[in-house]
C-alpha cells in the first residue's frame, strides 16, 4: 500500500470514527443527522477549547456561532415583519398582511436554547414564526429574554413573564387587532419550560384579565430534580442533546457553579428537607408501563441542605413546571404536547402529561416514535416539516 493510501485509509478511519453514530432502526435519515451532529460536535470542541484557554465560556462562543445564522426583520408578500419591545424586553412581531374583517388569533411564541443560546432572529425561528402567522392568519409575538451565563434564574423567567403580560394588556391587543378570547402561549425546549411557567403564573395574577386559551409546548424540559428517567438512561449520548448536555444547561440557568452540575450527574443534588417533592416527578408511578418497561426506579442520594440555600431556584415552580400542585394544575387551559422518543426530556412531556389529565385538564399529547430533541430546529430533516404542519394544523383547529 503506498503512502498516499495509507493516509487516505487513516483519514476515512478518522472521519468515520468522527462521523458515524450508531442509530435506531427506525431513524429516518440516519446520515444526515450524523452530520448535522458532526457539525455540532466540531462547534461544541471549539467552543470548550476557547473555554479551557480562559477566554470565555464556552456558551457564549456557541452564541456567537449562532448569530451567523440570525435574520434581519424582513417582510415578505405575506406577513410584515417588525423588532419592537414589550416592557422593555425585545420581540420580533409577524403581521398578517392579507386584510381581515375579525380580529385575529394572538400566538405568543417562546424559543428553546437551554436558557442559554438562541433568539427570535434565528433563521428557523423567523421561519417557524412567519409560517404560524400565515397560516393561522394570527399575529405572532416571537419574544427574546436574557440569557445565562451572564443572567441566571428568574431573569429568563421574568423577562419573558414581562413581555406575555405587556401583550396582554387591552390596549396592546387592540393596536394589533387580536381576539383576547383566542390567545395562545407556545415554547421549544426551554422555551417550553417557561410557556408552562408563564401559563401557570397567569393563573395567579388579579392584574391579568384576558385569559388564554391554549398552550402548547414542544419538548419541555420541565424539571431538574431528577435526570435519571428512563429517558435520561436511553438517551444518555443521543445526538443533539445529551444528558450531559441537559445538565451542563440546567445548572447554567441556575450559577456557574460547576459543583450543582457534578451532584447533578449523579442524581445527588435533592437535599432531604426537599424530598417532599420528588412525588410530583415520580416517574415510576406518572410515566405509562410501556416506558418504564425494563427500568428500575432509584431512591435518590439526598444532597446536601446548602444546595437548597445556595439554589432555591432548583425547587421553584417557575423553574421546575411539574412541581406544582393539583390545585394549580386543574385551573390551565387546554393543552397540547408534543413529545419526542430519542429525547431525553421525553418523560419530562410524559409525566406532565400523566398529571395535566389526572387533574382533569383537557390534554391533546403527541409522540412522536422517531422523533429527536431539536426536530423543529433543524429544518433540512424531512421530519421537521411534517411536524410543524401537525402542529399548525392543530393551532388552526383550536385556537
Request: proline share 6%; charged share 20%.
Amino acid at each position: 500500500m503506498g503512502r498516499k493510501s495509507l493516509y487516505l485509509l487513516i483519514l476515512g478511519v478518522l472521519v468515520a470514527y468522527y462521523v458515524y453514530i450508531p442509530l435506531p432502526d427506525n431513524f429516518e435519515e440516519p446520515w444526515r443527522m450524523m452530520l448535522t451532529n458532526a457539525h455540532l460536535n466540531t462547534i461544541g470542541h471549539l467552543a470548550n477549547f476557547v473555554q479551557l484557554l480562559g477566554i470565555s465560556n464556552s456558551m457564549d462562543s456557541f452564541k456567537i456561532f449562532m448569530s451567523f445564522l440570525e435574520v434581519s426583520p424582513t417582510s415578505d408578500e405575506n406577513v410584515t415583519v417588525t423588532d419592537t419591545t414589550f416592557n422593555n424586553i425585545p420581540v420580533r412581531v409577524f403581521m398578517p398582511k392579507r386584510k381581515s374583517e375579525a380580529l385575529r388569533r394572538g400566538l405568543f411564541y417562546i424559543h428553546g436554547g437551554g436558557w442559554c443560546l438562541g433568539s427570535a432572529a434565528l433563521q428557523h425561528y423567523d421561519l417557524l414564526s412567519r409560517w404560524t402567522a400565515d397560516r393561522l392568519d394570527a399575529v405572532v409575538i416571537s419574544t427574546n429574554y436574557r440569557l445565562a451565563p451572564q443572567y441566571h434564574f428568574p431573569i429568563q423567567f421574568e423577562d419573558v413573564y414581562n413581555a406575555l403580560r405587556w401583550f396582554l394588556r387591552t390596549k396592546v391587543l387592540a393596536q394589533y387587532g387580536v381576539d383576547p378570547e383566542r390567545i395562545a402561549v407556545s415554547g421549544d425546549s426551554a422555551g417550553g419550560n417557561l410557556a408552562a411557567a408563564v401559563t401557570q403564573q397567569l393563573l395567579d395574577d388579579p392584574d391579568v384579565k384576558v385569559k388564554l386559551k391554549i398552550q402548547s409546548l414542544i419538548y419541555p424540559a420541565l424539571q431538574p430534580l431528577d435526570v435519571d428517567s428512563p429517558s435520561y438512561r436511553e438517551n444518555s449520548h443521543f445526538p443533539l442533546l445529551s444528558r450531559s448536555s441537559m445538565v451542563r444547561f440546567w445548572r447554567e440557568y441556575f450559577t456557574t457553579d460547576p459543583s450543582l452540575e457534578k451532584a447533578m450527574l449523579s442524581n445527588q443534588h435533592v437535599p432531604v428537607e426537599s424530598h417532599h417533592l420528588l412525588k410530583f416527578v415520580n416517574w415510576s408511578s406518572l410515566l405509562p408501563e410501556r416506558y418504564i418497561k425494563g427500568h428500575v426506579y432509584k431512591n435518590p442520594i439526598y444532597g446536601s441542605s446548602e444546595i437548597a440555600v445556595k439554589y432555591p431556584g432548583l425547587f421553584d415552580v417557575r423553574a421546575a413546571p411539574l412541581l406544582a400542585d393539583d390545585k394549580k394544575l386543574r385551573s390551565l387551559p387546554l393543552t397540547y404536547v408534543i413529545t419526542c422518543q430519542y429525547d431525553v426530556l421525553r418523560d419530562d412531556g410524559l409525566m406532565y402529561v400523566t398529571r395535566l389529565r389526572d387533574a382533569g385538564v383537557p390534554v391533546i399529547h403527541k409522540h412522536i416514535e422517531n422523533g429527536f430533541h431539536g426536530a423543529f430546529s433543524f429544518l433540512e430533516f424531512k421530519i421537521s416539516h411534517r411536524l410543524i404542519n401537525d402542529y399548525i394544523s392543530w393551532l388552526h383547529e383550536n385556537l
